[in-house]
Every structure is written in structure tokens, then in C-alpha cells.
């Protein structure tokens, strides 16, 4: 008897064990997929939760992007599949390679990175839609996910700012900081601390290192979240290096859980820059000539209308000159209706007011060309809107003057339907080292369509330090406006800071005489009509202006020292109007980076300087 009840334990013993081995395995599954984006079968590893195969039940879905050198065959499979298991989520582990002999994933990095056409952009909704209609899965945006490693980190910031309409929640895990992306012959800088604006929508959780190449460019991506308003952003830092231990993982999956549980609805209020010239974003459709790098931006936007613009780079670039923008918003209006649309140039101060008929679905359809614009989309009766147009200081330019109480002056626009009675307006930052004196003020009524200058100033005073690293430095203003008829709006803005730095006095200038990066006669004097770059001793420099005779700017970003392929240094090539006067005193403010090479670190140095148009500089 007692033999036979050790055999019958033994049997029930080795079942449990098959059991739980054929859970752990049925878990894990490899399959390929034909892409249309790449012409050819994609793998990628699936794992599923407890019950999949027994149940009707449906999943939310993370999707997992690798770094550098890996695959979708990750190191913590495991982990992934307990995770699945115990979590009830399916984790699709993605394969970032463009062709199967690639090591460097996503098509993106330095120049030399990029090699295809074919982008990740393009097949990540496809993988998607692969998945959405083979498995069981809670197809909508709150119950998808994005988890990145590295260059997987940067996969997952960039495609959730891409696509929020279609992620929840994304996770960075120690992420590549900057990149550039885009194809082989028109790719562009892609800085993940100045495009936190597409991620509004989203639950954002960044991991940093204690130890590693990257703990100091992220600190630097952490400053840019912070400087961005409305987030929904966790950050943490683990002791280590740069790799990804199954702790951090379970940390990762555990914040998309409670996302899954607890989502974001869809913004009232969004932005969005994209570095490709035609774009879907919350319904918006848009579409363009940008056929060299830089930005579309769509600012503020809401069923009252929007700010768009082209910029060179982010976050304050020129214009991009000879781009037409052509948009179709989202079918938010009544269809079959007439709106009154206003189109307000903010570079040449001239507006127009069209009428234009809603489609069917309650889309309207309007185009702008590259310079910055206000767009409001409204009916008779339809409530002001206010929004930011502009500032200036002292009555002079835009920079702030550094540890000096300053008239920060503000022009408003309504683009809204009705008049705007008894607006009050409140400034605030939470930039340290900056008071506003006076954080409210009246201001006037402002009719429809109109841009007002305010009467009252604010007083500010901005005893910021400049950052010694590539942090934002330029100080995020929020306007909170009202009026008296319980409207109420929010916008904000930039303003820069001549910070109280030291004079440089080796300043060299080049005109042409490298062949390389300026232009004009070679002779190192600045003239009307030359391209220049400004060196202090042997450093290259960024240059900070608001001079008018500076009609155009292009930038110069080097990979030096190129350890990893991160962190770039800028540096500026400004143009000296032609109708500039010899003797015309340019006031810069500049800075320049002395890269640490072990540790990818920035140590940005400041300074200021005077060129004299036509003379030897001072």
C-alpha cells in the first residue's frame, strides 16, 4: 500500500511538473509575420498570460523594444514570461533590426546609421495591427504599453510621441538621449529633452543609472521633462550601470499595469513636433513639402483652434523657407457647416479671416506656409480664446536681462468668436532663481481676431544660473487666463536669459577662409551678406541673439569624442544681413561643450561677446 501511494505521488509529482514546465513554454512563443513595410517575414516572441489558450478572454499589450546588438530572443525571456503569467498582459518582444545581418537596430543613430527607406515608424502600427488581429488583446490605447532598453528606450519615447493616439503608457529604461532620424539623405536631430510636447496623453516613466555612459545625458533628458508642463512623468534612478536587471523590468511593467487600470484620456489641450513631412496625431491629418531636416509643430491645440509652425531644430529653430503645411483636423465640428477660420502670421503681423465649410465627418481642411501661425477655427457665438502671440523686454528684444528687474511685456490673441471682456492674467515658473513680482495683471478687453499688446507689464527677475550641462535653459513661462465671464485658458512660453557671463576674449571668426563652415571673403571680419561661425580659441560655438541684421541661421552638430554615438555638440553658422551698416554692434550670448569622453558628460561653458559688423571684433 505504502508502494503504491510513493507511485501515485510520484506520478502526481512528475504531472505538476510537465504542467508547469508546458505553462512556462506555452507562455513563450516565436512567430514570423509577413511586413508589407519591409517586404519580407518580421519574428518577434509573444508571451502570453496564464489561461490564454483555455479561456475568451482578451489582454492589454506591451510591446518591448531592445537595444543595441539584441534581438527579440531577450535576455529575460523569463522574467517576461512570469510577468505575462502573473499579470494577465501579452509582452510582444519586437526584432529593431532593418535587415537580419544588422547589429545596430531602428535605422537611426549617427549619419553613418542610417541606411534604409524603410523606417520603424512605418512598421510599428503594422506590427500592431499583426497582433491586435491574431491574438486576443484589448485593442485600444489605454491598454497598450511601450517598454524600451537603450536604444529600445528611445524607440519607445519617440513612438509613443509619434502615435499617441495609440499608447497609454511608455517606459524609457535608460534610453538613448538623442539620435538622429529619418532617411538615408533627409534625417534629423531627434533630442528627446525638447519633444517631452508630443508625450501629453501618456503615463511616462524614465529609468536612470547611478553608473554608466549615459547617467549625465539623462540627467539632461530628465531637466526637459521637467521643464514641460502637464505630464504625467515618473523618473528613478538604480544603482548600476547601463544594463537592464529583471528588477528594473518588474518595476517597468508593474507602472504599465497600474496605467492599464488607471489610463489618461485623450488631451484636451495637445502639441506635437514631427520630423516627417506628412503626419497622423489625434485625428489630425497633415500633409507637406519638408523635403530637408526639420519640424512641423503643431502648439496648444484644440477645438478652438491651433499654433503651427516649421522649425529647422527643436526647440526654437528658424523657419524652414518654401514649406506649405496642408491640414485636416479631426472630425470635431459640425459637418456640413460654415466656420470662420483665422490665419494670423505671426512673423509678418497680418491675419486673415476665411469661411470655410466642415466636410461630412466635421472635418475642415486650411494651409499655412512655414512661418509661425495662429489658427482659430470658430462659429458665430462661439466663446474668446485666448492665446501667447509674443513678448518683448524693456521694450527691446525677447532675452530677459540677468539678475535685473525687467517689463516683460505680453501681446495676446484672441482667436476665438466673441469679445474678451476684463482679461486677467497670471505669470508663473517653476524655473528656480526667477520671481515674478507681480504675478497678476490686468489687461484689457480683446475683441475676435484681434492681437493685443497688454497696457500693465509684469516685472520679473531672473537669477537662474545657466545650466554647465545640455539641460533646457531657457525658462518655461505659463500664462493662466481669464475673464469675466468665467472663461479660462492656459498657454505658455519661452523666454532666454542674457545670462551675466564672462566676456570671451579669443574670439575668432570664420568667413569662408576653412572652406568648411562659413563664407564670404576669408578675411575673418564680419561683413553684410557672409555666413560665419564664431570660435572662442579652438571651440566652435552656439550663439543665443535676437538682432535683426542675424536674417538666418544654420547648425553644425559634431559626434566628438564618439564613444557610444551620443551626445552631439551644436554649433551655430549665422548669416550677417545684406543690408546690415558697417559698425553694427551684434551682441551674442554663446556657449560651448568640453565633452567628457568616459562618460559622455557635457561641460558647457558660457560667455558673451560683441562682433562689429566690418571691423575687427571687440
Not at 124 to 130: D, K, N, Q, T
Not at 173 to 181: A, Y
Not at 445 to 458: H, M, P, Q, R, V
Request: glycine content about 8%; some cysteine.
Amino acid at each position: 500500500m505504502k508502494e503504491m501511494q510513493k507511485k501515485i505521488i510520484t506520478r502526481l509529482l512528475i504531472l505538476a511538473l510537465f504542467t508547469a514546465f508546458m505553462g512556462r513554454s506555452l507562455a513563450q512563443e516565436d512567430h514570423v509575420h509577413l511586413s508589407k513595410t519591409f517586404g519580407r517575414e518580421k519574428p518577434y516572441r509573444i508571451f502570453l498570460p496564464a489561461g490564454y489558450h483555455s479561456s475568451s478572454n482578451r489582454y492589454p499589450v506591451i510591446y518591448f523594444f531592445h537595444g543595441n546588438k539584441g534581438t527579440h530572443k531577450y535576455k529575460l525571456s523569463e522574467t517576461m514570461a512570469k510577468l505575462a503569467r502573473e499579470k494577465s498582459i501579452i509582452i510582444v518582444a519586437s526584432n529593431g533590426r532593418s535587415d537580419d545581418s544588422d547589429v545596430r537596430p531602428y535605422n537611426i543613430g549617427w549619419h553613418s546609421n542610417i541606411n534604409y527607406e524603410i523606417q520603424f515608424k512605418d512598421y510599428f502600427p503594422e506590427l500592431v495591427g499583426h497582433v491586435d488581429s491574431t491574438y486576443r488583446t484589448l485593442a485600444d490605447r489605454s491598454h497598450r504599453a511601450l517598454i524600451g532598453h537603450s536604444m529600445g528606450g528611445i524607440m519607445s519615447f519617440f513612438l509613443a510621441g509619434k502615435y499617441p493616439q495609440m499608447v497609454g503608457a511608455a517606459v524609457n529604461v535608460k534610453g538613448s538621449p538623442e539620435f538622429f532620424i529619418g532617411y538615408p539623405d533627409n534625417h534629423t536631430l531627434y533630442n528627446v529633452r525638447y519633444l517631452f510636447k508630443n508625450l501629453h496623453g501618456v503615463k511616462l516613466r524614465f529609468h536612470n543609472s547611478t553608473k554608466g555612459e549615459l547617467v549625465y545625458l539623462n540627467k539632461e533628458v530628465h531637466q526637459g521633462a521637467l521643464h514641460e508642463n502637464d505630464l504625467s512623468y515618473a523618473y528613478k534612478v538604480y544603482e548600476g550601470g547601463h544594463g537592464m536587471p529583471a528588477e528594473e523590468f518588474n518595476d517597468a511593467v508593474c507602472f504599465v499595469a497600474e496605467a492599464f487600470s488607471n489610463p489618461l484620456p485623450q488631451p484636451g489641450r495637445w502639441h506635437h513636433a514631427d520630423l516627417y513631412p506628412d503626419f497622423e496625431v489625434w485625428g489630425y491629418e497633415v500633409n507637406s513639402n519638408l523635403d530637408e531636416p526639420g519640424f512641423i509643430e503643431l502648439h496648444g491645440v484644440t477645438k478652438g483652434g491651433l499654433g503651427i509652425a516649421t522649425k529647422k531644430w527643436q526647440p526654437c529653430g528658424r523657419p524652414v523657407p518654401g514649406v506649405q503645411v496642408n491640414v485636416v483636423t479631426a472630425p470635431i465640428y459640425q459637418p456640413n457647416k460654415t466656420y470662420s477660420v483665422l490665419d494670423y502670421n505671426l512673423v509678418d503681423d497680418k491675419k486673415s479671416v476665411s469661411l470655410l465649410q466642415s466636410d461630412g465627418e466635421g472635418k475642415i481642411s486650411f494651409s499655412v506656409d512655414c512661418n509661425p501661425h495662429q489658427i482659430g477655427i470658430f462659429r458665430k457665438n462661439d466663446p474668446a480664446e485666448i492665446v501667447y502671440a509674443s513678448h518683448s523686454v524693456n521694450g527691446e528684444g525677447v532675452f530677459l536681462d540677468h539678475k535685473n528687474e525687467c517689463s516683460l511685456k505680453l501681446r495676446l490673441l484672441n482667436r476665438g468668436g466673441q469679445i474678451a471682456k476684463g482679461v486677467k492674467i497670471k505669470l508663473s515658473t517653476t524655473t528656480p532663481g526667477v520671481n515674478v513680482v507681480n504675478p497678476e495683471i490686468d489687461g484689457d478687453n480683446i475683441g475676435s481676431c484681434e492681437a493685443k499688446w497688454l497696457t500693465n507689464d509684469f516685472k520679473v527677475v531672473a537669477a537662474n544660473i545657466p545650466p554647465t550641462d545640455g539641460s533646457p535653459f531657457r525658462i518655461r513661462f505659463v500664462l493662466t487666463i481669464a475673464d469675466d465671464e468665467n472663461n479660462t485658458w492656459k498657454d505658455e512660453f519661452d523666454a532666454p536669459v542674457f545670462f551675466d557671463v564672462p566676456e570671451l576674449t579669443n574670439i575668432g571668426i570664420d568667413d569662408g577662409d576653412s572652406e568648411i563652415y562659413g563664407s564670404g571673403n576669408g578675411n575673418n571680419i564680419a561683413e553684410p551678406g557672409e555666413w560665419i561661425m564664431v570660435y572662442e580659441i579652438s571651440h566652435r560655438t552656439r550663439l543665443y541673439y535676437d538682432d535683426p541684421y542675424v536674417d538666418a541661421e544654420r547648425i553644425h552638430v559634431d559626434l566628438q569624442p564618439d564613444k557610444w554615438g551620443d551626445g552631439y555638440a551644436v554649433s551655430s553658422v549665422v548669416h550677417i544681413a545684406e543690408d546690415c551698416p558697417v559698425g553694427h554692434k551684434i551682441r551674442f550670448l554663446s556657449s560651448y561643450e568640453v565633452k567628457e569622453w568616459k562618460t559622455i558628460k557635457r561641460n558647457v561653458i558660457w560667455g558673451a561677446f560683441t562682433v562689429v559688423v566690418g571691423k575687427e571684433t571687440e
